[in-house]
Each structure stands twice: as C-alpha cells, then as structure tokens.
C-alpha cells in the first residue's frame, strides 16, 4: 500500500510548475538572474545615450570600460553612487546598448539577489561572451553581505570571472549597512568604518551622479520634449520639480509623461 505522504507529495509535484527554461547566454542582449535561473529581459530599450544629458565625463569613462569589456581587454568593476534619480540606472542601461549597437559582444544581467551570484559566475564563466552585471540601487542590511560582495569582487577563493564585471548603483560612495548600529557596537569604530570603505576600494572605476541645478534640469527637460516635438513652459517644469522636492532626470521624465498625456499621444 502507497504511503499516504508520498501520495501527496506525489501529486504536489504534478501540481507545480515546469522550472523555468534557462536562457541561451549568448542569444539576447539582457537578462535576468532570478531564483537561480537565467531569463531573457522581457523587453530592452534604454534611451540613447545622447538623451543623458549633463552626463558626459560619467558617459565617456563608462563606455570606455564596456568597450574593453567586450573586446576581452581588461576592465574594472564600476560603481555608479550620488544622488537619487541622477541617471546611474539609466547610464548603465543605455551604455551597455550603445555597444551592442557597434557590434560588441556584451550582455546586460540583472542581479536582484547578491547570494545567488557564485552560481551564475559559474554560468557565465564558460560563455564565450562579456557580461556586465548590473546590481542596482546596492544597501546592505547586514555586514556580512558586504564582506561577501568585497570577497567575490577580489581577493576570495572564487572570485568573478575575467568575462564578467559588476555595475553597481548605490545612493552613497561609501557602501556599508544602512544604519550605524554595527559601528556604535565596535571597539574601535575607525576599523568598522574601514571594513566598510574597504568594499568601496574594490571598484576600479567610481563614478559620482549629483543633484542638478536649475538650468541643468530644464535642459533635461528640453532634450525630452524635442525628441516628442513637444512645446513646454520652464515655470510649469520647475513648479514640477518643486512639489516633489528634487532636480533630477528622473523627475524630468516624469513631466514629459504627464506633458505627453496630456497632448494625447502615447510614450
């Protein structure tokens, strides 16, 4: 007689899905690294690099970096801090675009889960192609995931492969948790905060975004609304920008929605 537990367990299995199909690495320009499993980006469009505006020494060392990328050469880990809303997710987007555009062999993969990437630098490292792998908006709630992300960046015992490289977003240049509870806690809080710059280190190329000033924002504004041949009134952009208490790109393409909208055209 068929034990009950297995029974259920039985037909549990029948019940769940089919795993995920793993994505061919070397067939899409974007993915994403969930649960283990490599998926195609459903869809990838980043705006073209010349919309970014008031970025160019961000553009032009970011680019560089890609193109030795995919062209096999050395390049360093990037880390992309400042402001929120200041074009570090869209940059990294838009560049790695901007050379596949010229035929480099790059791909972007999204990472939402910091535990899972030894096994997808096992994935990757066998692929004869260059990934650039994009963790975005980087806080780390408690020490010991930082301490990981510096091993894997350099210096563990598996650290990535030569074909991979980390595009890392975060709001602060100096990468740590989120609050200071580990350093009021330590003996000597010079070598917390030490442990904590020490991550920061890793990256080769560092990249600082900051907050726009009025003129910078309307010229972001500008740019957007010529590529939708719309007309705009600067005092309504500003009193925009105003309510929500932030000058960024961001908040400039926010407004060219809401202007888009209402001229009764579609994005």
């Not at 390049?75 to 940059?91: N, P």
């Not at 901007?98 to 030894?118: F, H, K, R």
Request: charged share 25%; with cysteine; aromatic share 6%.
């Amino acid at each position: 007689m068929t034990d009950p537990l297995d029974r259920i367990a039985a037909a549990l299995e029948r019940l769940a899905p089919p795993p995920p199909a793993v994505a061919d690495p070397r067939a899409h320009p974007a993915y994403v690294w969930r649960c283990g499993t490599l998926s195609p980006a459903r869809s990838f469009a980043p705006l073209p690099l010349d919309m970014l505006i008031g970025l160019d020494r961000q553009k032009a060392a970011l680019r560089a970096n890609l193109d030795r990328l995919a062209r096999r050469h050395a390049a360093q880990d990037v880390l992309l801090w400042g402001a929120r809303g200041t074009g570090k997710s869209a940059l990294v987007k838009s560049a790695v675009a901007a050379i596949q555009a010229e035929g480099g062999d790059l791909a972007l993969v999204e990472v939402s889960d910091l535990n899972g990437l030894p096994d997808l630098f096992a994935v990757l490292a066998p692929v004869d192609r260059a990934f650039a792998l994009f963790v975005d908006d980087l806080g780390f709630e408690v020490p010991a995931e930082a301490r990981r992300l510096r091993s894997m960046l350099e210096g563990g015992a598996e650290p990535r492969p030569a074909n991979v490289r980390l595009l890392v977003t975060a709001n602060r240049r100096h990468l740590g948790p989120r609050d200071i509870a580990e350093q009021e806690s330590a003996i000597n809080p010079r070598d917390s905060a030490d442990d904590h710059l020490a991550l920061a280190d890793r990256f080769g190329l560092s990249l600082g975004f900051h907050a726009l000033d009025q003129e910078a924002y309307l010229a972001i504004v500008a740019a957007y609304a010529a590529s939708y041949d719309l007309t705009f009134e600067p005092g309504e952009a500003i009193g925009w920008a105003t309510r929500r208490g932030s000058r960024s790109g961001r908040v400039a393409w926010q407004y060219i929605v809401d202007l888009v909208g209402r001229a009764g055209q579609s994005l």
